[in-house]
């Protein structure tokens, strides 16, 4: 959980000293499976026990190897970091 909350806060420090700490951060969007995803968007994937997973968007972190993660929140309330190649939009679970 530490490194979760770093890098928002990270994101939420540079966003001050850029001056626009007067609004809503702009969070990126990313194409995945040929639509574009922002914050906010519910995504969905199998899980490792192959289950079907869902989650609300928090934000987009891309590691040094190029691979964007989504941060997400699932319903029951943990967080989990998902690669966007394993994901496809979704509709609230």
């Not at 969007?29 to 040929?34: D, I």
């Not at 906010?40 to 289950?51: P, S």
């Given at each position: 959980m530490?490194?979760?909350?770093d890098?928002?806060?990270q994101?939420?420090?540079?966003?001050k000293?850029?001056?626009?700490?007067?609004?809503?951060?702009?969070?990126?969007?990313?194409?995945?499976?040929?639509?574009?995803?922002?914050?906010g968007?519910?995504?969905?994937?199998?899980?490792?026990?192959?289950?079907?997973?869902?989650?609300?968007v928090?934000?987009?972190?891309?590691?040094?190897?190029?691979?964007?993660?989504?941060?997400c929140?699932?319903?029951?309330?943990?967080?989990?970091?998902?690669?966007?190649?394993?994901?496809?939009?979704?509709?609230?679970?």
């Amino acid at each position: 959980m530490g490194r979760y909350l770093d890098i928002i806060r990270q994101i939420e420090e540079a966003h001050k000293q850029t001056g626009q700490d007067k609004g809503p951060v702009q969070w990126q969007s990313y194409p995945v499976g040929g639509l574009s995803l922002v914050p906010g968007n519910w995504i969905a994937w199998q899980g490792a026990d192959g289950t079907e997973r869902s989650g609300v968007v928090d934000f987009f972190h891309t590691d040094a190897d190029g691979i964007v993660w989504a941060f997400c929140t699932p319903p029951e309330g943990r967080w989990c970091a998902v690669n966007t190649k394993h994901c496809t939009k979704s509709e609230p679970a």
